[in-house]
């Protein structure tokens, strides 16, 4: 459940920073957007990104404040660029999402989810086929969506 404060209702255009956009109707998507970059994370369109700044099309309720968790037991080698989409990767100063483009190509795209993060090892990245969406701490923190794209594979 959540507190009326933890929500607004509005658009894409509407969520800033790093955010959960949940659907209200069976017409809209479960989306993360991050970094002016929105990530559909369920259904036929799962793992297509595209810009999120001035979208208002895409409605639902926002959920800001979310954090990002990875799975360090399905973790992988991700130095090589041939990465599955809705995979976390982590390189550089950066938590990434492995994405497809939205123009209709098969071309991933790596997404910044996290910046600003302690710098990582020139050419190390570890990628991490599950991860999840958390809101609060401690007691009060609750998992509002699991991603776990090892079970596709």
């Excluded at 507190?3 to 607004?8: H, Q």
Aim: aromatic share 8%.
């Amino acid at each position: 459940m959540l507190a009326a404060s933890e929500f607004v209702v509005g658009s894409l255009a509407d969520a800033t920073d790093l955010c959960l956009v949940i659907p209200r109707t069976q017409y809209e998507s479960l989306v993360l957007v991050s970094v002016g970059t929105a990530i559909v994370l369920e259904g036929g369109h799962e793992f297509v990104c595209f810009p999120s700044a001035g979208n208002a099309s895409w409605k639902g309720v926002i959920i800001p404040e979310i954090k990002i968790e990875v799975d360090e037991t399905a973790m992988f080698d991700a130095e090589n660029w041939n990465l599955p989409p809705g995979a976390m990767v982590r390189r550089g100063a950066e938590l990434v999402m492995v994405a497809r483009d939205d123009r209709g190509f098969s071309r991933a795209i790596q997404c910044p989810i996290v910046t600003g993060l302690p710098r990582c090892r020139d050419n190390f990245a570890a990628g991490f086929a599950r991860w999840q969406v958390v809101i609060g701490r401690g007691q009060e923190r609750r998992i509002l969506k699991v991603i776990d794209i090892s079970k596709a594979a």
